[in-house]
């Protein structure tokens, strides 16, 4: 499935794109810099609260870390073409509708390096069982307690995006609940 990430190379950009706060920011600089303590880290998310305490605890944790925060919209960021070799993301999918993911997807295909890598945890339902957890689940949670809109997303059509944009990918294993898989993806030939 294509190249193997450089992660070592020296200037490496990592973007973590969307936290939930300051300790998923901690793990993600603490993570690259423990494979490149010289690594650029760009932390992004539409939330102001999110960005301000991300960067009060990474600043402090991290002093000497090269990392950046970018309060912004993911499927329109604003950084430059081809300035990313690596993005991460945990469970952002579930607020995008379909043509929202697909709008994220492009402007990761624009933000990446040629031989640049992505991987994300994400809900991807396949059956009736799998949609009605979902429904219960998620939708209950993030409707019931975070206020939030969602949308559910099959597997099929996670990997119909992915396609379309140019990513090729692996499902590398499964993350969370049943219907919850672990993707690695990079840029096609």
Not at 33 to 51: E, K, M, S, T, V
Request: glycine share 6%; aromatic share 12%.
């Amino acid at each position: 499935m294509g190249t193997p990430l450089d992660i070592e190379k020296e200037r490496f950009t990592a973007l973590l794109c969307g936290t939930c706060g300051e300790v998923t920011s901690s793990i993600f600089v603490e993570h690259i810099l423990r494979f490149n303590n010289h690594a650029r880290i760009i932390i992004l998310d539409l939330g102001d609260a999110q960005i301000k305490h991300s960067k009060e605890m990474t600043s402090k944790k991290f002093p000497d870390a090269d990392v950046s925060y970018v309060v912004a919209d993911a499927r329109n960021s604003g950084l430059p073409a081809a300035s990313i070799d690596f993005i991460d993301t945990d469970f952002m999918f579930e607020y995008l509708d379909e043509r929202g993911l697909n709008q994220l997807f492009a402007e990761w295909r624009r933000i990446l390096v040629r031989r640049g890598h992505i991987a994300f945890r994400t809900f991807g339902t396949t059956s009736w069982l799998s949609r009605q957890l979902d429904y219960l689940l998620i939708h209950g949670f993030c409707r019931l307690l975070m206020k939030s809109d969602v949308y559910s997303h099959s597997l099929e059509s996670i990997e119909n995006m992915l396609q379309s944009n140019g990513f090729r990918y692996s499902i590398i294993g499964r993350a969370f609940v049943p219907f919850g898989y672990r993707f690695v993806a990079t840029l096609g030939a």
